[in-house]
């Protein structure tokens, strides 16, 4: 789903650099190096957490913690629950702080604050409702991805996808994130399909690509920015636009 059907770190940068313009009302501070500064700050909390190999293993990204609700049951969930108002606001006023700015209530208003802007920002790629009005009628669609469960499917309700989709595997659930062949197998199960008459589209060349060849699915890379394969992964094709996927039907 990230970055081949909603660009997911291009909102998440956006928003943050919004939100980093209004600090100008209070210090002087660029809005562009302080974003960087938050990914960076929220990357080094996220890491030092004694949860992080939790989150490692279905594929949260620290960005995405910064407005996770972490609904999933069982004691890692709870404790990211408990942990993240402090990991928020400590990203948000470190990075202040980086910039020379002392103000931890401005950072705790950030933190509060980014989770409500982020939710009302929802961006997909051009060529994805074109692309899935022209497959769903002949096709069973699903989605496999990576990260918590409930923050996957909010992204999607909010992009307005969830109808075009017979099944939504998340990885939060099945506690292990791709490219190992268990999501993938869950979707094949869901949506009754043999891995051999199923296409896996995605921008991920291990991710999706590889977890796909390793259920025995066939692998088709979606390259929009047209970046050089630096990888071992030989997919079984290569487009440039969810348009291009007809050949390959």
């Known amino acids: 789903m990230d970055e081949t059907l909603v660009q997911e770190r291009p909102t998440a940068e956006s928003v943050i650099r ?72 400590d990203a948000w006023t470190n990075a202040l702080a980086v910039h020379g700015v002392d103000d ?5 208003e950030l933190a509060e604050r980014y989770p409500a802007e982020r939710r009302k920002v929802h961006r997909v790629f051009p060529d994805v409702l074109p692309a899935l009005e022209t497959l769903i009628p002949d096709f069973r669609l699903a989605i496999v991805t990576n990260g918590d469960s409930g923050l996957q499917r909010e992204k999607l309700a909010g992009a307005g996808l969830t109808s075009y989709f017979d099944a939504v595997v998340v ?24 891995p051999n008459e199923t296409i896996v589209v995605g921008d991920g060349l291990e991710s999706d690509v590889l977890g796909a060849q390793r259920a025995g699915m066939c692998g088709i890379w979606i390259n929009r920015p047209g970046k050089e394969n630096d990888t071992d992964v030989v997919p079984a094709g290569e487009i440039g636009s969810l ?3 007809t050949p390959f039907l």
Not at 104 to 108: F, I, K, S
Not at 182 to 192: E, G, I, K, Y
């Open 104 to 108: 931890p209530d401005l950072g705790a």
């Open 243 to 245: 348009l291009e996927i």
């Open 171 to 194: 990885s939060g659930d099945v506690g292990v994130r791709k490219p190992d062949p268990a999501p993938f197998r869950q979707a094949l199960a869901l949506t009754r399909c043999a």
């Open 18 to 89: 919004a939100l980093c313009l209004e600090t100008l009302q209070r210090h002087r501070v660029d809005a562009d190096p302080l974003k960087d500064a938050v990914f960076a700050e929220a990357r080094r909390l996220w890491y030092a957490f004694e949860a992080h190999p939790f989150c490692k293993r279905i594929g949260i990204s620290s960005w995405e913690g910064l407005w996770c609700r972490f609904e999933g049951p069982g004691p890692e969930f709870q404790r990211l629950r408990d942990w993240a108002p402090a990991y928020r606001r």
